[in-house]
């Protein structure tokens, strides 16, 4: 009875498991409820994975009321991928970040902050799991008011106002966004993502559609954090509480971009972006711009989080610049890489959340010589910026890889260099970083610290573990990305 | 306004009528022009009124903070609560008219209830939100 409901219970169950978290005092069982819930959207999205892989896409009618009319499920292979990322992600920094969490949260604004924790799965859930344009919206905006929320709970006093700076950007791209579903309504009729794609080619010339197309792609835009409208996010990753740079750096970006993949692809249709509007030729120097910008921005950081966040604007430079190259190859390069940098963001999060524990700061200067007292913190550490930097043996490699290959098939020379240039761009801040954290003598502020505990080292481990398996394997990655990118060509008109 | 005779008069007159009007908008949402969200700021414009006139402990007193968290919450359990007993009663989430033996009946249980969740949690939001300004100490 309960397998065909897996598409909604993913996105129910921790809508409903907020409101309990909101009543529960006792600052471990309210852990244990949010901890449950992340598992089990993690198990569902597997089982979804699994049904989707062998049986095709699943469509769930929300009350029972038919597509056009009720709001429709639609999970096929690309989000049931998004959500397994989304859903393994919650659960680990869960599990991990209990220390962390009533380290950096007042105790009486606990339950509130699991609250919003959950909301903000639903959210990131319920927007790559429906089917329906102004879901989206709701959604969307769900999960975005709890992360402001979220980043506001950040100990430092900053993370007011970069809470706040992002909380004007986002609702800018949200309303956006609105206004582009209901430009695209106006001409349509229609909301169901299904149904738009089936109605909008015979309107597809008129100004209106295109206007919708142009405040999507923008809207969108800023929810990605492409580099022009990026400055929320180098803010809002530094001064958040760190379960919270972790989840949100691994998943929000990826899943606005799954949104732009699943509106280009699934309602505008390829030829309608690409060879009609060439919006390519804007993607394209946007994103290397971003991967070199962001990579030499990076490299003169002097907090590790912010470091990060630019790094982060750089991969997703990478993920756009797939879709940029408008080939199947290129658009399972973007999936490869969502799904391999959201892990790799994951770890390392992880793990300068483990310093900021013990030390209290993710100042670089404050932290050298901080290996030879957290060796296993910083091993993982070493891991992710190899992953960073796509060395071998990492998930890092397989989707730069899988993007080279792309641009040369693409016969993008340029291209494919400026890839293999950033790279060394990465190892510079990745050996930067190395280098203080291993090599200087350590100073007072880490020398009498310790590890931290196993509740964070197995986590962060597992993900550091998932990172080199996903080097090595590639058969769960590239398989699936692959596929994924052969059913989107497909499906364009 | 805590000392005027004549606001206190009527605001205290107002309230009540306010809160029935309310409970009819909640209450008479399936049928004429209303629902969950409009009743539930009306009722919290009520509460409002009542704190702006007796000053907000007096309010505050009567509506304690934690009263609010549970209805807060008690709203979206109820909502997502219907929405579960659409799946326990065979149907799909959110389906009402398994809710019952006629379905008729069924979507009028079923949109009463999500409508009584969405009015609960609007209106304690919203007066939580006004304690939240009102009782901020000035930082000088």
């Known amino acids: 009875m309960t397998a065909e409901h897996l598409p909604i219970l993913q996105v129910a169950v921790p809508l409903a498991l907020a409101p309990v978290c909101l009543l529960i005092g006792n600052r471990h069982l309210v852990w244990l409820l949010a901890t449950a819930g992340g598992l089990f959207t993690f198990v569902c999205a597997a089982f979804l994975m699994v049904s989707v892989f062998n049986q095709g896409p699943l469509t769930y009618y929300l009350g029972g009321w038919e597509a056009p009319w009720g709001i429709a499920l639609a999970i096929d292979l690309l989000s049931a991928f998004i959500l397994l990322l989304v859903g393994l992600v919650a659960t680990l920094t869960l599990i991990w970040g209990k220390a962390s969490i009533e380290n950096e949260i007042p105790g009486e604004q606990l339950s509130l902050f699991y609250c919003m924790f959950m909301l903000a799965v639903t959210g990131a859930l319920g927007i790559v799991a429906t089917g329906d344009a102004f879901n989206v919206f709701v959604f969307l905006e769900i999960s975005s008011l709890s992360s402001y929320a979220m980043i506001a709970m950040g100990r430092d006093r900053r993370a007011l106002t970069s809470s706040f700076q992002y909380l004007v950007m986002g609702t800018i791209g949200a309303t956006f966004i609105l206004i582009a579903i209901g430009l695209l309504y106006m001409m349509t009729g229609t909301l169901n993502m299904a149904d738009l794609a089936a109605r909008l080619p015979a309107v597809r010339e008129t100004t209106t559609v295109l206007a919708a197309f142009a405040f999507l792609t923008v809207g969108v835009s800023l929810k990605i954090a492409l580099l022009p409208l990026h400055q929320w996010l180098p803010n809002a990753y530094t001064y958040a509480p760190s379960v919270v740079s972790a989840f949100l750096s691994a998943t929000s970006t990826k899943v606005s971009l799954y949104l732009l993949i699943r509106f280009f692809y699934t309602v505008f249709g390829a030829d309608f972006v690409f060879r009609d509007h060439g919006l390519q030729y804007i993607l394209m120097p946007l994103s290397l711009i971003a991967i070199f910008a962001a990579s030499g921005i990076a490299i003169f950081q002097k907090d590790i989080k912010r470091m990060l966040a630019y790094s982060s604007i750089a991969q997703i430079g990478y993920m756009t610049l797939g879709i940029a190259l408008v080939s199947q190859s290129g658009l399972a390069a973007t999936i490869i890489t969502m799904f391999n940098h959201g892990l790799i963001k994951g770890a390392l999060f992880l793990a300068i959340g483990g310093i900021f524990l013990r030390t209290g700061t993710s100042q670089l200067a404050k932290l050298g010589g901080i290996g030879r007292t957290m060796p296993w913190t910083m091993g993982a550490v070493v891991i992710g910026g190899c992953g960073l930097i796509g060395v071998p043996l990492t998930a890092g490699f397989v989707a730069k890889w899988y993007l080279i290959v792309a641009a040369l098939e693409g016969a993008a020379w340029v291209v494919a260099s400026a890839i293999v240039l950033t790279s060394l761009l990465t190892v510079v801040y990745v050996w930067r970083t190395v280098e203080i954290l291993y090599f200087k003598t350590p100073g007072d502020s880490v020398r009498d610290i310790d590890e931290v505990p196993m509740s964070m080292l197995i986590p962060t481990w597992l993900m550091v573990a998932m990172v080199i398996w996903l080097g090595i394997d590639t058969t769960l990655t590239v398989g699936l990305a692959e596929q994924a990118a052969a059913m989107l060509f497909d499906v364009t008109p | ?140």
Not at chain 2, 41 to 56: P, S, T
Not at chain 2, 62 to 77: E, N, Q, S
Not at chain 2, 126 to 139: E, V
């Open chain 2, 1 to 140: 306004m805590k000392n005027d005779p004549v606001v206190k008069a009527v605001s205290d007159l107002l309230i009540p009528p306010i809160l029935l009007f309310g409970l009819y908008v909640q209450f008479h949402g399936d049928f004429g022009p209303g629902g969950g969200f409009q009743a539930g700021v009306i009722i919290a414009v009520a509460i409002i009124l009542h704190a702006l006139v007796h000053g907000l402990p007096a309010t505050r007193s009567r509506i304690p903070d934690h009263f609010l968290r549970i209805t807060m919450a008690a709203g979206v359990i109820l909502y997502v609560g219907v929405g579960f007993s659409g799946i326990l009663a065979g149907g799909e989430f959110l389906n009402y008219s398994v809710l019952a033996d006629d379905p008729l009946t069924g979507q009028h249980i079923g949109v009463l209830l999500i409508e009584l969740g969405v009015g609960c949690t609007v209106a304690s939001v919203l007066i939580m939100l006004f304690y939240q300004f009102a009782g901020r100490k000035g930082q000088r």
